[in-house]
């Protein structure tokens, strides 16, 4: 197998050089087409078409007197074989055919490329020492990743139709992202849009673990949802779920005193949660590759990841590996066209100061790249935590929309139910956004 010659066609490179000496526009055609160095087999011919590239990049054209000065006073002409080579180049120019060779040179190169990948996931696989399930994860993120180019320019004209369909569903009231369940919320955000990072954060008890919960049972009435619970077990998340939507309450059913005619309730609630296509993954400490890895076998329309700072991931510090997670999470979102919802802790700063304890970004714990990169910022708060004396308060709960990138801030009211961890739409009329 090792005797085997990677694919290559060293005839079809020297034709795509040569055409591309017949002018810059030739050159951008295949800078468009997503040519680049590593689509090169032949060292010569890669390094080549790198010399054109630094001389198209300066505005010059790239013919046989420029491309020899340059790697001449780079001291790297003969390495290419010289001037009788690029002349040789010249002489098999076609500027019509440029599009179909550049297809066969990007096809070996995805070919080479997933030939190193299997070699390396062979030579890993023999490696005791590593996980196989890192290395499973490692390969397929290598691979997903392979022969992928961005979209290029596109004209703006091309995309008004798909803009007027939006339009429509504005006018017509309809909520355009995902919905979370709550009324006000969900006016407020027009529900939870394909590529967005949305973090949603809070203080100990304050409920976010709840409410992203509840959100996920919402969604998935609509689309498939990923939970990857890093604190909860899967067990323990799905006696959440039973007893939310149950209503009935946790403590007397792990005590072992729940009353009988709750029962029946538990068995009703069953058959949708059964049926919700809500898949949970509990791995402790699960890193952004193996997030991607289950997202490539297990196409979901949301993403919920409870909660951030317990995700592992490279860095020189724990703000640096908050800051890579964070960057990560918001390019699985765009790149798997989903919400992401991530939840976050927050510093302790907010019992600290004074006044309500309403949170605000800066108390974002560990990094400020958790604010820039999230295109919405959610905080949970519950007044009755800290003003128990209250009786305005009790029962009663805050999503505070403090960051959102296309639409307002403010903040929508939430009824919560304390014994089944639930959160609800309110029934009276509360203050929304419009409203502030």
């Given at each position: ?233 899967r067990k323990q998340l799905i006696e ?175 009824a919560w139910i304390a014994a089944y ?16």
């Amino acid at each position: 197998m090792t005797d085997r010659v990677p694919p290559n066609s060293p005839e079809t490179e020297r034709s795509v050089l040569g055409s591309c000496m017949l002018g810059r526009d030739i050159v951008a055609s295949a800078l468009h087409e997503g040519l680049t160095g590593s689509d090169f087999y032949v060292s010569a011919n890669k390094l080549i078409w790198e010399t054109v590239c630094a001389i198209f990049d300066k505005g010059d054209e790239p013919d046989i007197v420029t491309i020899s000065d340059a790697l001449g006073a780079s001291g790297r002409l003969s390495m290419v074989g010289g001037t009788p080579y690029l002349s040789e180049l010249s002489n098999v120019a076609s500027a019509p055919n440029l599009g179909p060779w550049v297809a066969i040179l990007k096809s070996h190169s995805l070919r080479r490329n997933m030939i190193d990948i299997g070699t390396t996931l062979q030579d890993k696989a023999f490696n005791l020492s590593l996980d196989p399930s890192d290395v499973r994860a490692e390969t397929e993120n290598a691979l997903m990743d392979t022969g992928t180019t961005g979209s290029g320019l596109e004209k703006v004209g091309d995309h008004l139709p798909a803009f007027f369909e939006s339009v429509e569903a504005y006018s017509s009231g309809v909520i355009a992202g995902i919905k979370t369940g709550f009324d006000k919320l969900d006016t407020m955000t027009g529900g939870f849009m394909n590529g967005d990072l949305i973090v949603l954060a809070g203080r100990p008890s304050m409920g976010k673990s709840a409410f992203a919960l509840a959100i996920a049972l919402n969604a998935a009435k609509t689309v498939p949802v990923a939970l990857f619970s890093l604190e909860m077990s899967r067990k323990q998340l799905i006696e959440r779920m039973m007893c939310m939507e149950a209503k009935v309450e946790m403590h007397r059913l792990r005590a072992g005193t729940l009353p009988q005619r709750d029962v029946p309730k538990l068995s009703t609630a069953a058959g949708p949660v059964y049926d919700a296509p809500i898949y949970i993954d509990d791995t402790a400490g699960i890193t952004l590759s193996q997030i991607r890895a289950q997202l490539l076998r297990k196409p979901v329309g949301l993403v919920v990841i409870d909660y951030l700072q317990l995700m592992n991931g490279p860095g020189s510090s724990t703000q640096d590996m908050v800051s890579r997670i964070s960057r990560g999470l918001k390019e699985i979102a765009k790149g798997f066209d989903v919400p992401v919802v991530a939840l976050s802790q927050l510093s302790r700063a907010v019992e600290q100061r004074g006044g309500d304890h309403r949170p605000m970004l800066s108390d974002l714990r560990e990094s400020g790249a958790i604010e820039q990169d999230a295109d919405a910022v959610l905080f949970m708060y519950r007044g009755e935590y800290y003003f128990k004396d209250d009786e305005r308060l009790k029962g009663k709960a805050e999503v505070i929309v403090s960051k959102q990138r296309n639409g307002p801030t403010g903040w929508a009211g939430l009824a919560w139910i304390a014994a089944y961890a639930r959160f609800e739409n309110l029934a009276d009329p509360e203050p929304t956004w419009e409203q502030q």
